[in-house]
């Protein structure tokens, strides 16, 4: 059965940095399309970046634009969240979402990102 599991969050100070991990595994196939999402408590889940057409394309929700990096290492089927410039309003569970190549779509368990003094 397919896993994906996300890795790398916690508590981090305001203007500080967390690369988060969501790694696709007990698959043949590899990741085409990948998605992190976050909610935070009380509020609606928010798209904060996505990576598609096998990498070719990135893109990022304007609260997080020039502060976070969407990549992925095809060889290992993970994607990475790296977040610079943190700040309170960040805190959140973000989930990734993946797409393989055979267009089954799959989620994460979720890791919290907390950022505070």
């Known amino acids: 059965q397919v896993q994906v599991v996300e890795s790398g969050g916690g508590l981090v100070q305001p203007g500080g940095s967390l690369r988060l991990s969501c790694a696709a595994s007990?698959?043949?196939?590899?990741?085409?399309?990948a998605h992190w999402f976050r909610q935070a408590p009380g509020k609606q889940r928010e798209l904060v970046a996505s990576t598609t057409n096998s990498g070719g394309a990135t893109n990022y929700g304007d609260s997080v634009k020039g502060r976070f990096t969407i990549s992925r290492d095809n060889a290992k089927n993970t994607v990475y969240l790296q977040m610079n410039g943190l700040r309170p309003e960040d805190t959140a569970v973000y989930s990734c979402?993946?797409?393989?190549?055979?267009?089954?779509?799959?989620w994460g368990q979720g890791t919290q990102v907390t950022v505070s003094a």
């Open positions: 979402n993946v797409i393989l190549s055979s267009n089954r779509s799959y």
């Open positions: 007990r698959t043949i196939f590899v990741v085409t399309n």
